[in-house]
């Protein structure tokens, strides 16, 4: 079921039927804060069709985020069409892009890329010294980061703080997560650290091209074969313990 949701949303983010100039991407604000309910019941609508969790947050919280100026909104015709909000972690340290969401019938014309890029550099804006990461399972979302210098790393890379990780409790893989003691999960943890920029500055590098959606495809593959081969391999045993006893 993941791995056909994930490929029914990489179908529609390059199937570009709609034109991208309709869209207005701006920092959200006070103005748009009528739109809050409808952003929350997309973000879990868009979960519940692909068949994960999401960090459920209330009315409020986006509100705050608006109110913040921490948060970015697509508009189409005055109307909601995306949205996406920045958290921060261990005291500025670290950034997180979360909530990503493209309304249904906007899909499939590179917003939800004009929505990632705008978010991105409106925490390279108020953090310029953090590092930016994410946790996901859709794979557009995979070639979005690593086309904005994204790299995949391992979940001890990312935040220790535990406000964050408990977010995912509303997963149905926390079970995985929660096993592995956060060293693993169906999600792929992405990292953009702003020192790999001064880095270029003084050591010649070799531009690195985005990982196709194959590669990421596989990879994801691979991930839930294991972890949910390892899941039902537990099972079968706590079953054979009690028969036993």
């Not at 068949?51 to 509100?63: D, L």
């Not at 261990?90 to 590179?110: C, D, M, Y």
Request: proline content about 3%.
């Amino acid at each position: 079921m993941y791995i056909f949701a994930a490929l029914l949303y990489n179908y529609s983010f390059n199937n570009k039927g709609n034109c991208m100039s309709n869209f207005k991407v701006i920092v959200a604000d006070e103005s748009h804060l009528k739109f809050v309910n409808d952003i929350l019941v997309t973000i879990e609508e868009s979960a519940r069709v692909r068949g994960t969790g999401i960090a459920k947050r209330k009315p409020e919280y986006v509100e705050a985020k608006m109110k913040e100026g921490k948060a970015i909104i697509a508009l189409k015709d005055d109307d909601f069409a995306g949205f996406c909000y920045i958290e921060s972690w261990g005291h500025g340290q670290f950034v997180a892009n979360s909530g990503l969401i493209v309304k249904p019938e906007h899909r499939g014309a590179g917003l939800a890329k004009q929505i990632k890029q705008a978010t991105f550099n409106l925490s390279r804006r108020k953090f310029p010294q953090a590092k930016i990461f994410g946790l996901t399972t859709g794979l557009a979302v995979m070639k979005i980061n690593s086309a904005l210098g994204y790299r995949p790393v391992t979940f001890s890379e990312l935040t220790t703080d535990d406000a964050f990780w408990d977010g995912c409790q509303s997963c149905v893989n926390y079970d995985i997560l929660t096993r592995t003691k956060r060293k693993n999960c169906l999600c792929t943890g992405m990292l953009y650290d702003p020192e790999w920029e001064k880095d270029k500055e003084t050591k010649p590098v070799t531009k690195r091209k985005p990982h196709s959606l194959q590669v990421y495809g596989r990879w994801f593959r691979f991930k839930y074969y294991v972890l949910r081969g390892i899941k039902k391999s537990k099972a079968m045993l706590s079953k054979t313990k009690k028969k036993a006893a």
